[in-house]
């Protein structure tokens, strides 16, 4: 993984340094909230309903085991002993107090980490695939041109101030497993004839205006990658909406100009910026891909976790199999760790917890964690004979719940419980859908279950097979269902199905709606396929009648 050098860790220290002289006028009444609020939001602080909210980047959701440590020092100091994993691979703490903030980003800086620039205009963290360098399926690691694109990104004077905030992800297979569609601009690493490129989607979201964004360009050269990039930020600098915030998303000016006409006013720009010489040099390249070399594996042959005494225990079997995925390397397996037991809630892990998965990538994962943007963990590298032990400590941490992409799998934003924007609450009724739902999750098979509590979709609900949106309705908390989303390679948006309903009435829509699937599918077809195939009426007759 990426390590900073001295660059990095003096612009890093600098802005610690800055933001508590910030802080210190803000506390003695010189600076106003007015003229304090962009200040602290570049810092990633945000004032929520009852407490300021911490937002800290983990670049592409890669976490060494200290810099872990290092977050789970922050729950048991700073907040409540826990710390919230969202679904942009960052994590938040809710309960911060303003004259600790600048402390707590000196002991992130302390082991290469900030808040930097996870919210404001600006481009926030670059998502990943969290199988990136241990997937069987990807072209190549695709996390160096995400580190490449972030520091270009950084701190760039042009894209300081965008029309609206603005996300990316890179992704190199045609398993999609970070949303590329449902981003501003989204890269799906791609080799043709022997060439490294990108094919480039630009414009999608989710929000007020959903929208799966069109691929503008099939194929870009590896080696015009950060002009291409520029050009399209200049494009939507130029012409992107800064008189209306609803209007102000790429995805909009991309939609109203259409696909083809924002690709040729891109491909006009990189005419321009391609002679300016900006693409990073091979020898930049291959400096930042050398922190991504692949770890040093042991030559080993497939255990075959197919046989064996250790799959005698039905719950050591049942983890193996939903929660362990294959690795490129023989003997490893990618370990995907639950943050969603049945009563809890969607991405929050204790600071015991955090250690654990510190002690546990330490000792058996090279080194390394990932965050999912569906709010759970990852440790890429596991060799297969050392599992048991995995499952065993993950068993005593209350993390071996084995549920990876069933029903009780459910992302939920922080909601009304915590955020000044939302409409309603999203954890207690993702906290009572998992509870209806468990006894039969494993009969249901994949159903991924997306809960926001407000209109600016957090929780990914459009995303959803089945979408919750809170709303607000003349004061009382209501809930809408939508059915069909996708945030994968066949990504697709979620409808509305019909009225909503109070939260006792939606998680009995929620089980009518999987109860009408059982009766309806035909063998081997998951929830989706069997909506895509029907449609909605067989599921609004079963809810409404």
């Known amino acids: 993984m990426y390590r900073y050098d001295s660059i990095d860790q003096a612009l890093v220290d600098a ?26 939001l570049k810092n990633g602080l945000y004032l929520q309903l009852h407490a300021y909210m911490l937002r800290v980047a983990i670049p592409y959701g890669t976490l060494s085991s200290r810099q872990m440590r290092m977050l789970g020092h922050i729950a048991r100091t700073y907040d409540r002993g826990y710390g919230h994993f969202t679904t942009r691979q960052n994590i938040q703490y809710n ?13 992130l800086a302390s082991v290469e980490m900030h808040a930097i620039q996870t919210s404001g205009n600006c481009i926030r963290n670059i998502s990943s695939d969290q199988y990136a360098g241990a997937a069987a399926d990807e072209v190549e690691d695709p996390r160096p041109w995400a580190e490449l694109l972030r520091q270009w990104s950084s701190f760039h004077p042009e894209f300081s101030y965008l029309p609206r905030k603005f996300k990316i992800a890179v992704i190199a297979s045609e398993t999609d497993r970070a949303a590329v569609r449902l981003h501003d601009i989204g890269l799906q690493l791609r080799k043709v004839d022997g060439q490294t490129g990108f094919r480039v989607f630009v414009g999608g979201g989710m929000g007020r205006t959903p929208i799966v964004g069109p691929a503008i360009r099939e194929f870009l050269p590896a080696d015009q990658f950060l002009s291409y990039m520029e050009a399209i930020l200049r494009v939507y600098n130029r012409h992107g909406r800064r008189d209306n915030i609803y209007k102000a998303r790429i995805k909009i000016l991309v939609s109203e100009l259409g696909a083809a006409e924002f690709a040729a006013q891109v491909e006009a720009e990189h005419a321009h910026v391609l002679a300016l010489g900006i693409d990073a040099p091979q020898a930049e390249f291959d400096r930042i891909a050398s922190h991504f070399a692949p770890p040093a594996f042991e030559s080993s042959p497939d255990s075959g976790l197919d046989s064996g005494p250790d799959l005698s225990d039905p719950g050591f079997a049942r983890w193996v199999e939903r929660q362990v995925v294959a690795h490129k390397a023989p003997g490893y397996a990618i370990v995907n760790i639950s943050l969603k037991p049945v009563g809890g809630i969607p991405g929050d892990a204790s600071a015991d917890q955090i250690d654990t998965v510190a002690d546990l990538a330490e000792r058996h994962a090279f080194d390394e964690i990932r965050v999912t943007h569906a709010q759970n963990l990852v440790l890429p590298h596991v ?29 939920a934003c922080p909601g009304l419980d915590y955020c000044t924007l939302a409409n309603a609450r999203s954890i207690p009724v993702a906290q009572r859908i998992a509870e209806r739902l468990q006894p039969a999750e494993s009969d249901l098979g994949e159903l991924k279950i997306k809960i926001s509590g407000c209109i600016n979709a957090c929780g990914h609900h459009h995303a959803g097979h089945i979408g919750i949106l809170g709303v607000d309705r003349k004061g009382v908390e209501n809930y809408q269902i939508l059915l069909g989303g996708s945030g994968a390679e066949d990504a697709s948006l979620a409808k509305i199905l019909g009225p909503g309903f109070d939260e006792d009435g939606v998680v009995d829509a929620v089980e009518k709606v999987t109860a009408a699937y059982r009766r309806l ?13 029907l449609g909605a009426a067989p599921f609004k007759e079963a809810v409404y009648g």
């Open 15 to 40: 802005r610690v340094d800055e933001f508590r002289d910030q802080v210190s006028r803000r506390l003695s009444g010189k600076l106003d909230e007015d003229h304090f609020k962009p200040l602290r």
């Open 95 to 107: 309960w911060i107090r303003l004259e600790q903030a600048p402390d707590i980003l000196a002991d």
């Open 383 to 411: 060799r297969k004979a050392d599992l048991r032990t995995v499952y065993d400590a993950l068993v005593a941490a209350g993390l071996a719940d084995a549920n990876l992409d069933l029903a009780t799998d459910i992302i």
């Open 521 to 533: 599918r035909t063998p081997g077809e998951r929830f989706l396929d069997t909506y895509r195939r």
